[in-house]
């Protein structure tokens, strides 16, 4: 009786010290539970939104080869001056199936006529910076000029330069001026001048200011959004994308390298995906090819991880199947491709790396079979592919695909058939409201230890739900995504991989909502998803400790979720927790096995409203504040405002 009396004023007392409302959290610093992967945090890459073309990849051009269904879309043919002149469009044919069509421009006079390319919803030009225009043509006039001009919006001219095309033979021109002023819309003439005729090809236009200065490069902002996020892996090309609406349409690598003029430009399977975000000039030039991807990955330290086609066409399309005993080039496709990444100079593939300049191996670990594939024409033909992969290259990790859900009979047959298989890593994708997100955080306490590792491959709060236009990059969203990362973090033994899922989307150009990171021609911003990402990646320590309330995982008491993970190269403990609850809520974190010292850093992402989004014109609205916070003995305390997610990094000694 003493002992319940005794216990009843201690807690009355600690009542009134921290208040009502006070949660004392134990953290045992000195028990890894788990390690973290250096990798785990990623990021998935699909052209979709017009992520690739319209969006990193610097092009201001669009259908810079005529290859469009319309061969003219994008372009406007000028009358300057009222002077007559005419466009044909030609077609190589076999002498040049990549890249069959070019224009055939005539100028009747001395004046000038042409025509001028309007760029990805408007070309996003800068006030002092170069621009690079390049154009491949042949001509048997003589005493010709191509002038070429940048216009603003109002239609002024904001930079000019010309190139005079001399040869019989297909030769590329290239000439550079600098742009007078910053515009997002402005657009390009390209005006012949003389009378003559001229063949062009490959009107191309591109900024100096490329992801390090690369000539025909990618967008250096958006490039440099994701190194912020000092992402462990990247995903590529996708998505469905890898899998193409039809099998003409899926992704081929092979096509992706080398001469840009020789990349074959289709069809993004966005381009009619929705009919209520319908995309008619959306198509895949492959400027950004798997050279390129391998190389972002390299830049910004992430693992490369590419995911190639089955021999099945998207699930949700024709599902078009190529018949087993014709799976041979597509096994071969994977076969080369690891070749191309890893081989040394001296084989085949190698050597076509190196020949495009870069010798050294890109050190691929993974490969994803598949996109989002189900059912039993996937198993048969994964398995065709895993045999071929580990005969040749054994220690590659094969990702296999658990297909669109989360449960469900295609999940629990894949899941079953391919732990079954011994598979490496699982391909789990989830997009679900936020009240999934939270009510599932505890997704992976009860997973198999042993068996294949969980790559969180795709996934996203919905706002409103899967594939509504109306779906919204909210606070709600991202705090339920933050809430159930902390069940990642914790069950990182099992969870070795994760990202969200799409990455970009260009605000005129989407087809799919949310997305990570919004952009417009000039512009970009995070949503608060990326921020919950970013502070993920940048604070995951190296080991898992546990984190628990009551000896329990922290996973919705309170409508709190918390993980802790300790660093061992900064000798720092990092706790996790969201407040998912409309009321503030006092914390201690009670630290055993270490000692914390000195103050702690808290960084938090918060808001009273859950709908609040960032946006170009107010990108930091919902983005990460950083403060510092007193410690006391082995105690962290923290007052966690309403809808908060709170990191706290704290030094501690062993
Ligand atoms: O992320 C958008 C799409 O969602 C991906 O292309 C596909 O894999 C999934 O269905």
Same mark, same amino acid.
């Given at each position: 009786m003493k002992k319940y009396f005794l216990a009843l004023c201690t807690t009355i007392i600690a009542c009134h010290a921290f208040g009502q409302s006070e949660k004392t959290y134990q953290i $045992?610093? *000195?028990?890894i539970k788990a390690h973290v992967q250096p990798n785990m945090y990623g990021i998935f890459f699909e052209d979709i939104n017009m992520a690739g073309d319209g969006g990193v990849y610097a092009e201001l051009v669009k259908n810079r080869s005529f290859e469009f269904k319309e061969p003219l879309m994008g372009w406007t043919e000028i009358n300057k001056d009222g002077v007559d002149g005419? +466009? &044909?469009?030609?077609n190589r044919g076999e002498a040049n199936s990549n890249n069959p069509r070019f224009i055939h421009v005539t100028s009747t006079s001395a004046k000038g006529y042409g025509l001028s390319n309007e760029g990805f919803r408007g070309m996003g030009v800068k006030k002092g910076n170069q621009y690079h225009f390049s154009v491949l043509a042949k001509t048997e006039s003589k005493g010709l000029s191509l002038q070429i001009e940048l216009l603003n919006a109002k239609g002024d001219v904001i930079g000019n330069t010309a190139? &005079? =095309?001399?040869?019989?033979? /297909?030769k590329k021109y290239t000439a550079s001026f600098t742009a007078a002023e910053t515009d997002p819309k402005a657009s390009l003439k390209v005006l012949l001048k003389g009378i003559g005729a001229v063949d062009l090809d490959m009107i191309s236009l591109f900024p100096q200011d490329t992801w390090k200065q690369r000539p025909g490069g990618l967008r250096a902002d958006l490039v440099q959004k994701l190194d912020d996020m000092k992402p462990g892996f990247l995903r590529f090309p996708g998505g469905c994308i890898v899998e193409g609406r039809e099998l003409d349409t899926r992704y081929q690598w092979k096509r992706t390298i080398g001469d840009v003029a020789n990349r074959r430009m289709i069809i993004n399977r966005w381009n009619t995906e929705f009919a209520h975000r319908s995309t008619p000039d959306y198509y895949q030039s492959f400027g950004l090819g798997f050279l390129e991807y391998f190389e972002i990955a390299e830049d910004i330290g992430a693992s490369p991880l590419p995911i190639i086609n089955c021999g099945m066409a998207c699930q949700f399309n024709t599902c078009e199947l190529v018949p087993v005993n014709q799976l041979g080039p597509y096994v071969q496709d994977a076969l080369d491709l690891i070749e191309f990444a890893n081989g040394p100079v001296n084989t085949k593939w190698g050597k076509k790396r190196t020949e495009l300049g870069h010798p050294k191996p890109f050190n691929l670990k993974m490969l994803g079979v598949g996109n989002e594939? /189900? *059912? =039993?024409?996937?198993i048969e033909r994964y398995k065709i592919f895993e045999k071929a992969i580990h005969a040749k290259y054994p220690q590659i990790k094969l990702v296999s695909s658990l297909g669109p859900f989360p449960g469900g009979d295609i999940f629990n047959s894949a899941n079953k058939t391919f732990r079954k298989l011994g598979a490496s890593i699982l391909d789990e994708h989830y997009y679900n409201s936020p009240e999934w997100f939270m009510k599932n955080v505890k997704r992976y306490d009860n997973y198999d230890r042993k068996g294949p590792k969980i790559f969180a491959g795709e996934y996203a709060a919905q706002s409103v739900v899967t594939g509504s236009p109306e779906n919204k990059n909210t606070w709600k969203c991202a705090m339920a995504e933050a809430a159930f990362m902390t069940g990642l973090e914790r069950n990182a033994d099992v969870v070795t991989m994760a990202s969200y899922a799409p990455l970009f989307a260009h605000v005129e150009g989407w087809q799919w909502t949310p997305d990570l990171i919004w952009f417009d021609s000039l512009n970009s911003y995070g949503t608060p998803n990326y921020y919950v990402q970013q502070l993920y990646s940048l604070n995951k320590g190296t080991d898992v400790v546990p984190l628990t309330l009551n000896n329990e995982a922290v996973s919705g008491q $309170?409508?709190?979720? !918390?993980? !802790?993970? +300790? $660093?061992?190269n900064t000798h720092e403990l990092i706790i996790k927790i969201v407040n998912a609850g409309k009321q503030e809520q006092k914390a201690q974190f009670v630290v055993n096995g270490a000692a914390p010292g000195g103050q702690a850093t808290l960084t938090v992402m918060k808001s009273d409203d859950l709908n609040v989004v960032n946006s170009l014109t107010e990108p930091l609205t919902i983005s990460p504040q950083k403060s510092k916070i007193e410690v006391d003995k082995n105690l962290v305390k923290l007052n966690m405002k309403p809808y908060s997610f709170n990191v706290i990094r704290v030094s501690i000694t062993k």
């Open positions: $045992d610093a *000195g028990k005419s +466009i &044909l469009v030609l190139v &005079l =095309p001399s040869s019989k033979e /297909w594939q /189900w *059912g =039993p024409q996937y $309170d409508s709190c979720f !918390a993980s !802790a993970t +300790i $660093d061992n």
